[in-house]
């Protein structure tokens, strides 16, 4: 009897919000009807957000991706001979063939997509716990110099070295140590934890675990937004099925080292994405940032010292382990090592995920991946690294992204999402919406942040309204930005200026303000 032919649905977020699970059943009931044996597979996305759900058939070829399909294609898709790998209008060819993935480095998400996200084997066999059985080969030392070597910097925004953060609590001497890992997503236009939480769990997990053997902690947390239905349940069951089988516990790997992990939901409170008021949260108290110092990494979770990274610096640390500091280093440019999620948003023709190394533009994203704008209009700005991040013209989109480059022009990469906008876009409304933003998720404990985004606000409508006091407000609005920039506590104050200064700096004409060069001390 031959064996049944396999089929890749997809169950992530994105692809069930367009029917996947409707397509799926379809698939199993054309199946059983035609006497066909199918094995589905429901896997993760493979990141081509525009052509979900795309179902790929496993040929003796390779896979060979369709979409987007519907519950009515289905029929169609079988009396074509697509379980061979038939033509049909819907069929994208081969799919690693597929231009969008092939001309990626997928080195974080190599197996999202790919692998069956809950299959223990299916994480083996591509590659998985290797990094995690060559961490436990070494000395604790030894696994904090390999991610120093690799260049390895926080995927959350802020880019600090993450190897240096963990030599930090592996030499902070205490009873009790812990592995945070942030996972409340809040950017506009990013999903990457997401979709790498949904499509492959086990990969955090061996992370957050080398993690714990390098520092000494015993005890990790995952904080998941509770937006996320999809990815904690995801996380859940693998995590259950992990300890289950030895690789978390009191024993991992037969190690006799402990490490263990648990999922804590957030309310979806902005500021829980600051690492501190994250730790507040986790305690169980109001999201406040905390003054620094102390830092987290010797005072953290419970006042004990705390490794707290992003969903996407935790999951790239198997891959260093397994392949070596230099092969990691190698791919980026300058200072900025490896690759980078990017998550292409807005008014674009193919929004998706494409992971790549540092040092490509926003020009190649936009127009090589992104197709250019959904609208067939000009594309005007493009908001780089959250609702704090600037906007940038055209003139600035073949900088490098590199986090040097981008320091030097006052913007940021941030978590690598991106948001188009075309030229029917008004800017001085996008200034006063992220002004806006900093105002309504402020936590209120800074008075630059809590005061100065309200009176920025404020200044932003009396410019907008026009009239002959418009330039002494502009010079008051520069003023309130460069007190928010200096003096907040967190980056929520003291980052809402950049998105505010560029669209002022950039784009004067939308704030009914003659064209003219931006004060030399101004960001962006």
């Known amino acids: 009897m031959n064996a049944p032919i396999r089929i890749y649905v997809p169950r992530d977020a994105a692809a069930l919000a367009v029917d996947a699970d409707a397509v799926a059943r379809a698939i199993e009931v054309a199946a059983e009807q035609r006497g066909l044996a199918v094995q589905l597979v429901r896997n993760g996305s ?71 996200p809950l299959s223990l084997q299916d994480y083996a066999a591509h590659g998985g716990l290797e990094g995690l059985k060559r961490a436990l ?24 070295p993450t190897g240096i953060k963990w030599k930090t609590v592996a030499g902070t001497p205490a009873d009790q140590k812990y592995i945070v890992c942030n996972a409340d997503e809040g950017d506009s236009g990013t999903y990457a934890d997401r979709l790498l939480m949904e499509g492959d769990p086990y990969v955090l997990i061996e992370g957050m675990t ?30 259950a099925r992990a300890r289950e089988v030895g690789w978390l516990g009191a024993d991992v790997h037969g190690s006799g080292r402990r490490f263990d992990l648990e ?24 999201g406040v940032v905390r003054a620094k110092p102390p830092l987290p990494a010797i005072s953290g ?74 609208s067939g209009r000009p594309l005007r700005a493009v908001q780089v690294g959250g609702p704090l991040g600037a906007y940038l013209p055209e003139s600035q989109w073949d900088v490098p992204l590199d986090y040097e480059a981008y320091a030097r022009i006052s913007a940021m990469i941030g978590h690598g999402g ?39 606000v404020e200044t932003l409508d009396k410019i907008m309204a026009g009239g002959p006091a418009r330039e002494q407000q502009v010079h008051l609005l520069r ?21 505010v200064l560029s669209a002022l700096n950039h784009f004067p004409q939308d704030f009914g303000l003659a064209d003219s060069p931006a004060p030399a001390a101004s960001a962006a």
Not at 341 to 356: C, D, S, T, Y
Not at 429 to 452: D, L
């Open 137 to 160: 080969s070494l000395a604790p030392e030894a696994i904090v110099q390999e991610l120093i070597d690799s260049g390895l910097r926080g995927r959350g925004g802020a880019a600090f």
């Open 263 to 286: 999922v804590r939901k957030g309310a979806g409170a902005y500021i829980c994405g600051e690492e501190t008021s994250l730790l507040e949260s986790l305690e169980g108290k109001r």
């Open 418 to 456: 991106l948001v188009a906008f075309d030229d029917t876009v008004d800017m001085a409304r996008m200034a006063r919406y992220a002004m806006e933003f900093c105002a309504v998720e402020s936590c209120g404990k800074c008075t630059p942040c809590r005061i100065g985004s309200t009176r920025g």
């Open 46 to 116: 493979r990141g081509l957000l525009w052509l979900e759900p795309m179902v790929e058939i496993a040929t003796p070829a390779g896979r060979v991706a369709y979409g987007p399909v519907q519950p009515e294609d289905v029929a169609g898709l079988f009396e074509a001979g697509w379980l061979q790998g038939g033509a049909h209008p819907l069929r994208l060819g081969p799919t690693e063939d597929i231009p969008y993935l092939k001309h990626q480095e997928r080195l974080t998400f190599a197996r999202v997509g790919v692998t069956d």
């Open 210 to 239: 080398i993690a714990g053997l390098a520092v000494g902690a015993t005890q990790g947390y995952i904080y998941v937004r509770s937006e996320y239905p999809h990815a904690i349940a995801a996380l859940e069951a693998a995590i």
């Open 479 to 499: 003023d309130l930005c460069d007190t928010m920039l200096g003096g907040s506590l967190c980056a929520l104050g003291g980052m809402a200026p950049y998105p």
């Open 301 to 374: 979770l419970f006042g004990k010292p705390t490794v707290i990274n992003n969903v996407i610096s935790l999951a790239t640390v198997p891959i260093i382990l397994a392949k070596g500091a230099a092969y990691y280093r190698d791919y980026g440019v300058g200072r900025s090592h490896g690759t980078l999620p990017f998550q292409l948003a807005g008014n674009l023709k193919h929004g998706g995920l494409v992971e790549k190394a540092f040092g490509l533009t926003l020009r190649d994203l936009l127009y090589g991946f992104g197709g250019g704008s959904a």
